[in-house]
T-cell receptor, first 111, second 112 residues
């Protein structure tokens, strides 16, 4: 399995608080992705990165920001969490057109 | 617009029976196609992928998929399912921006 870790694995927070999720890879893959998974919606892309400090928006980017200051780390920040952001968040890595490899996920609950 | 459709939200199959999960895509160019599996509480694992060449692709855990350009389909098959195959299965197509477009998933239930 690709070396991808996500932290924290579970988090409960309150509406209006900032939250940062971390994705760490040891595979030196160029591309990194943040998805959210909700029942009936499959996976939806939030943001992705195609290199250090190079990021772009995905399908559901509103309310989220990202940063990638080094190859191995990709941070997802919810500036002011809302209940609609309660979800399971997955990080993935890849080398472009080829396979994406997924982390174990972070379950976020916003009360 | 590019899209992936998995028409079946749930499928129930008896253990030992054959399985086919449907996937249809809409994409202008030659697609890169993927099937992933997600066990409860787990991340997604690649089952198989099609980039080019032989349209019948073999994957892990005894799964295979056939790319049919004329039908815009990439259906997943397994000749005999095991209880451990109970999971959710996702079809995806890769686009020109190195992103994956995902289907909504099909949940496979195995009857003993």
């Amino acid at each position: 399995d690709a070396g991808i870790t996500q932290s924290p694995r579970h988090k409960v927070t309150e509406t209006g608080t900032p939250v940062t999720l971390r994705c760490h890879q040891t595979e030196n893959h160029r591309y990194m992705y943040w998805y959210r998974q909700d029942p009936g919606h499959g996976l939806r892309l939030i943001h992705y990165s195609y290199g250090v400090k190079d990021t772009d928006k995905g399908e559901v980017s509103d309310g989220y920001s990202v940063s990638r200051s080094k190859t191995e780390d990709f941070l997802l920040t919810l500036e002011s969490a809302t209940s609609s952001q309660t979800s399971v968040y997955f990080c993935a890595i890849g080398q472009g057109e080829d396979t994406q490899y997924f982390g174990p996920g972070t379950r976020l609950t916003v009360l | 617009a590019q899209s992936v459709t998995q028409p079946d939200i749930h499928i129930t199959v008896s253990e030992g029976a054959s399985l086919e999960l449907r996937c249809n895509y809409s994409y202008g160019a030659t697609p890169y196609l993927f099937w992933y599996v997600q066990s409860p509480g787990q991340g997604l694992q690649l089952l198989l992928k099609y980039f080019s060449g032989d349209t019948l692709v073999q994957g892990i855990k005894g799964f295979e998929a056939e790319f049919k350009r004329s039908q815009s389909s990439f259906n997943l098959r397994k000749p005999s399912v095991h209880w451990s195959d109970a999971a959710e299965y996702f079809c995806a197509v890769g686009d020109s921006n190195y992103q994956l477009i995902w289907g909504a998933g099909t949940k496979l239930i195995i009857k003993p």
